[in-house]
């Protein structure tokens, strides 16, 4: 560690550029994802499977992706659904 608590270990942010065909990726796991959080949860599937409106790449990947210039330690990447008044709204922990 540097002085002031900083890392110096380069290893723990990527720089490389992200690139359409890895949004496409991203995707792609993420609908894998879904579906098998669906198939384990067969009533919020009826009501959320549906109801997807857009998958979306956030936090610090999503700031890189902009600037090129923030690193990237992981992928968040969200599932955004239309809400449905027959159960509460799920949160990412839930599942």
Known sequence: M??????TNVG?????????KDLTRLGTLASKDRERFFSRNPDL????RDRVLGVALCQGAALH???????IKDFDVWT?????HRTSFLHADQS
Request: net charge negative; no cysteine.
């Open 2 to 7: 540097a002085q002031g608590g900083e890392s």
């Open 12 to 20: 723990e942010r990527s720089y490389e550029k992200i690139e359409s």
């Open 45 to 48: 599937s009826r009501l959320y």
């Open 65 to 71: 992706f902009v600037d090129g210039q923030n690193g």
């Open 80 to 84: 955004f659904s239309s809400i449905t």
